[in-house]
């Protein structure tokens, strides 16, 4: 009867102990003297010209976010397609929707000119 539960503790216990041990481990076998290459922002052996606080345009991060939205609509479309016939037809009206959603979004983001890269 206890036997789900011992398998259980013993996984609760290795995987709570397993990452500590190596946490710990890894601490006491490191060489902690850090070289001034070492503290510098680039560890490339450039050394770091200007401000690393630049202001990028609005318009960057809402190009990049359209890009995920119509990213994620193909990670939708493709389960959709493979089962389409066993679906029907209302599984085709439903996905004409989202795709004419996705436009009118599309649509809207091309009217406030956010696809200008400019």
């Known amino acids: 009867m206890l036997g789900p539960w011992v398998d259980l503790l013993v996984f609760l216990i290795a995987g709570l102990t397993f990452p500590v041990l190596n946490v710990v481990l890894s601490s006491l076998l490191r060489r902690d003297y850090p070289y001034p290459e070492k503290v510098m922002p680039y560890e490339s052996g450039e050394d770091p010209v200007g401000d690393a606080r630049v202001r990028f345009r609005v318009s960057y991060y809402v190009f990049a976010m359209l890009f ?46 956010v696809l200008r890269w400019v």
């Open 68 to 113: 995920v939205v119509f990213d994620v609509e193909t990670v939708f479309l493709y389960p959709w397609a493979v089962v389409l016939r066993e679906l029907g037809l209302f599984a085709l009206i439903e996905i004409i929707v989202f795709i004419g959603l996705l436009l009118v979004g599309l649509y809207y983001a091309y009217k406030k000119k």
